[in-house]
Every structure is written in structure tokens, then in C-alpha cells.
T-cell receptor
Framework: DAGVIQSPRHEVTEMGQEVTLRCKPISGHDYLFWYRQTMMRGLELLIYFNNNVPIDDSGMPEDRFSAKMPNASFSTLKIQPSEPRDSAVYFC?????????????FGEGSWLTVV | QKEVEQDPGPLSVPEGAIVSLNCTYSNSAFQYFMWYRQYSRKGPELLMYTYSSGNKEDGRFTAQVDKSSKYISLFIRDSQPSDSATYLCAIPPGAGSYQLTFGKGTKLSVIP
């Protein structure tokens, strides 16, 4: 399996622009997660889906952030409008039901810089 | 107090040394404990997990949980340059929960 695939790997954008990050989870996995990692705050869970349905979005920082999962093989995280403080690495991850001890597989991340 | 605290390091050791990485946590109800390894510019990958107290060994790696002290440790024996990475502890609030709380990670460098 190719693992969790994220795009773009790197993005530099200007403040105020819309940013869309994309994720393809591992085939057959029914949980999908979006994390954000910064030096100051570490790795934070933003939102997660089960069977394409958002389960908990309490980690989404503001209304500027939104996430969708239109089907089992694709999810997006959108920031509109973007701000410099959104600069971070955004990770998508997926897992299979039956968590405890099961692995959450992370993608390689999307490195976002907002200038 | 944060739920999970981890010394960010960085930690630099010579090849072959024994490494000790640690986290403390605040909620005594936590039962599952995990260690993730993250290489530079990569996503985290699960290294080990343990349930409740005690030790778990996997090759050169040993995970240890001391619930009385709310303290978890990861030991690396005979450390290798390939072990150079950031190590993050992670704790779910309960069985079946996917909402992992991660420590900020300790950056380890093993010098040849």
C-alpha cells in the first residue's frame, strides 16, 4: 500500500488566500484524522471522521478552517482566509476500527507557510 | 497543568549509549500509552504501545509505565545513528478513543 498520501507537500501563500490541503487515506481505513504540528503547540488533533462523517471537530481553531470527506478515499482541509499564524505542518492520518493498539498511520505532511 | 508533558530536549548521545526518554501525565485514568517516532520532515510512526503499568520490550526498545508516578519512559539500548529522530509520547483518554494527546516530542541525536 502507498500509505496516506497528502498534497501539496509544500505551499507558500499570501495572507488572505484560500488554502486547500488534500488527503487520500489508506484503502480500507474507516477513520481519518487531520492534525497540525507547530513548535509551540506540538501535534494537535483538528478533526476526525469515521466512515466519512465528522465525529469531533472541537480542535478546529476557527471558522476559517473547514474539512470535508466526500468519499472514503478523499478528504480536504480548507483555510479561508489564511493568516500567518496558520503556518504549520498539517498531517493527515488514517486508521482501522478497533483502535486500541492499532496504528494510526500518518502521511508525510503538508508544509504550509503563509506570508 | 497540561495533560501530557515532555522535555523537548534536544538530547545528544554517542552511538551505543542507553537513551531514556520520558513523559509525565496528569490524568490517573489513562490506561494506554504510546510512543511515536518522527524522522525529520516525515510523519510520526507508531513505535510501541503499552497498557497499564509495567514494561514492554521490542528489540532495543523498552517502554515502561509507572502509573503511581504518572510517568512513562522509553529506553533505547545500544543507540544507533538511525535512531536520531523526535520521539513523541501519546495518550488516548480511554479505550477506543482516537483523540490522542501528544507530548511535544524530544529530539534525539545519536552521534557516530
Amino acid at each position: 500500500d502507498a500509505g496516506v498520501i497528502q498534497s501539496p507537500r509544500h505551499e507558500v501563500t499570501e495572507m488572505g488566500q484560500e488554502v486547500t490541503l488534500r488527503c487520500k487515506p489508506i484503502s480500507g481505513h474507516d477513520y481519518l484524522f487531520w492534525y497540525r504540528q507547530t513548535m509551540m503547540r506540538g501535534l494537535e488533533l483538528l478533526i476526525y471522521f469515521n466512515n466519512n462523517v465528522p465525529i469531533d471537530d472541537s480542535g478546529m481553531p476557527e471558522d476559517r478552517f473547514s474539512a470535508k470527506m466526500p468519499n472514503a478515499s478523499f478528504s480536504t482541509l480548507k483555510i479561508q482566509p489564511s493568516e500567518p499564524r496558520d503556518s504549520a505542518v498539517y498531517f493527515c492520518a488514517s486508521s482501522l476500527t478497533g483502535f486500541t493498539g492499532n496504528t494510526i498511520y500518518f502521511g508525510e505532511g503538508s508544509w504550509l507557510t503563509v506570508v | 497543568q497540561k495533560e501530557v508533558e515532555q522535555d523537548p530536549g534536544p538530547l545528544s548521545v554517542p552511538e551505543g549509549a542507553i537513551v531514556s526518554l520520558n513523559c509525565t501525565y496528569s490524568n490517573s485514568a489513562f490506561q494506554y500509552f504510546m510512543w511515536y517516532r518522527q524522522y525529520s520532515r516525515k510523519g510520526p510512526e507508531l513505535l510501541m504501545y503499552t497498557y497499564s503499568s509495567g514494561n514492554k520490550e521490542d528489540g532495543r526498545f523498552t517502554a515502561q509505565v509507572d502509573k503511581s508516578s504518572k510517568y512513562i519512559s522509553l529506553f533505547i539500548r545500544d543507540s544507533q545513528p538511525s535512531d536520531s529522530a523526535t520521539y513523541l509520547c501519546a495518550i488516548p483518554p480511554g479505550a477506543g478513543s482516537y483523540q490522542l494527546t501528544f507530548g511535544k516530542g524530544t529530539k534525539l541525536s545519536v552521534i557516530p
